[in-house]
């Protein structure tokens, strides 16, 4: 890796040594292979971490399968090279799903309309194609709801060319140990599991447990676990009843480090606007310096006069408002700044430290989208250290 020879210097730099240890930590937490095997969500580009480097590193890993949104994520991942199962956990929507047989593909089906398109399709080709029954348990997006189930088996005992070989759902709540609606949608998926077994229905794989789920050490009747953020080293924000936090969690290592340099710097005077609109004064005689990341780089504009950077191993005040290109920062409290030093967006120093979850909390986000909205025009950079 050599960042020097950027010609604007702004960059993340992604930790597979991490990601592994994630990996591993993941599996000891599902009790990978007895019970439970591993599916790595590696949807929207690996969640902004790029999904062909990170699918690669799993696959070495021998993770059991891979879990995306849309068949475009599984071909890109098929192109790389990928062998193992890749569930679509999103469907096809409208799409002829003629690329679930030609490139091995298991999407999920949430309707009778999609069932006799599936049904038709395997037809005309006249190959079987497995599918993934999702249930609606109460997330309210996807899914077939309980009252309507005994009509879809029902339905899909009717067609030929297809076989139901797992059956799952989506918890809503999974960090929140204070709510109920995790329990209510375990209740509501365990009987769903109850009408497949009245079908004579037994599938492969039962899957519930998300990255909250598995941190939280939820139980469910399952032998499949999907997770991505863990993978990645960061959950939501948890809740624990009082007195009940637990004194301490598994360790989990943010892989994805996201940084810039200093690129210009400048003196400037007291009351001196800063930015678009004026959006910032200075109150005293400030040293500020520009940085070459905005909103075009995932940046939030939500940070502008809020959030922080971190240089020379010190906090760096966001100022002015956050640019499609470019971003300021005070620095005037930090000795010895200089053109080409380094800024760390996200990640930490020796002694400083800024996570997705601190910055969503700032931004008024969640951290998945803090990490997704860094653009494609970022490049990655996948260190083994």
Same mark, same amino acid.
């Not at 080293?233 to 936090?245: K, T």
């Given at each position: 890796m050599n960042t020097d020879r950027l010609l604007r210097p702004t960059w993340v730099e992604i930790s597979l040594a991490r990601l592994r240890r994630n990996f591993q930590r993941v599996g000891e937490l599902a009790g990978r292979r007895t019970p439970r095997r591993v599916m790595a969500v590696v949807k929207a580009d690996a969640y902004g971490h790029g999904a062909v480097a990170i699918a690669k590193c799993l696959a070495a890993c021998e993770v059991d399968w891979f879990g995306v949104a849309t068949a475009e994520e599984a071909l890109e991942l098929r192109a790389a090279g990928i062998e193992q199962p890749i569930l679509l956990l999103g469907g096809l929507y409208m799409s002829d799903p003629v690329h679930v047989i030609e490139h091995r593909l298991t999407p999920s089906i949430s309707s009778t309309v999609r069932l006799d398109t599936y049904a038709e399709c395997a037809r005309r080709l006249g190959c079987p194609i497995e599918f993934h029954l999702k249930v609606d348990t109460g997330l309210g997006r996807l899914g077939v709801p309980l009252a309507q189930l005994a009509s879809f088996l029902e339905h899909y005992q009717e067609l030929q060319g297809l076989k139901l070989t797992g059956v799952f759902t989506h918890l809503a709540s999974a960090e929140d140990l204070v709510a109920s609606q995790t329990e209510e949608q375990a209740e509501c998926f365990a009987a769903?599991?109850?009408?497949?077994?009245?079908?004579?229905?037994? +599938?492969?794989? #039962?899957?519930?447990? =998300?990255?909250?789920?598995?941190?939280?050490?939820?139980?469910?009747? *399952? =032998?499949?676990?999907?997770?991505?953020?863990?993978?990645?080293?960061?959950? &939501?924000?948890?809740?624990?009843? /009082?007195?009940?936090?637990?004194?301490?969690?598994?360790?989990?290592? /943010?892989?994805? !480090?996201?940084? $810039?340099?200093?690129?210009?710097?400048? @003196?400037?005077?007291?009351?001196?606007?800063? &930015?678009?609109?004026?959006?910032?004064?200075?109150?005293?005689? $400030?040293?500020i310096a520009t940085v070459p990341v905005g909103y075009a780089d995932g940046l939030s504009h939500?940070?502008?006069?809020?959030?922080?950077?971190?240089?020379? @191993?010190?906090?760096?005040?966001?100022?002015? =408002? #956050?640019?499609? @290109?470019?971003?300021?920062?005070?620095? !005037? @409290?930090?000795? &010895?700044? =200089?053109?080409?030093?380094?800024?760390?967006?996200?990640?930490? $120093?020796?002694?400083?430290?800024?996570?997705?979850?601190? #910055?969503?909390? *700032?931004? &008024?986000?969640? +951290?998945? *989208?803090?990490?997704?909205?860094?653009?494609?025009?970022?490049?990655?950079?996948?260190?083994?250290?």
């Open positions: 769903a599991l109850q009408q497949l077994r009245a079908f004579h229905i037994e +599938p492969e794989w #039962i899957h519930v447990s =998300n990255s909250g789920a598995l941190l939280t050490q939820r139980r469910f009747p *399952e =032998n499949l676990v999907r997770v991505g953020a863990l993978l990645y080293g960061f959950h &939501g924000p948890l809740v624990f009843p /009082p007195s009940q936090a637990p004194a301490r969690l598994p360790a989990f290592e /943010p892989i994805l !480090t996201f940084k $810039s340099r200093v690129v210009y710097l400048k @003196d400037v005077p007291r009351g001196t606007p800063l &930015g678009y609109g004026a959006a910032f004064h200075t109150r005293r005689r $400030s040293r939500a940070l502008s006069n809020r959030g922080r950077a971190i240089v020379r @191993d010190g906090y760096a005040r966001i100022v002015g =408002n #956050i640019s499609m @290109d470019l971003s300021l920062l005070d620095v !005037t @409290d930090i000795p &010895g700044v =200089n053109v080409g030093d380094e800024v760390i967006l996200i990640g930490q $120093s020796d002694h400083c430290s800024l996570t997705a979850l601190e #910055i969503a909390g *700032e931004a &008024g986000t969640v +951290p998945y *989208e803090v990490l997704c909205l860094i653009g494609k025009r970022v490049p990655r950079f996948y260190v083994d250290d």
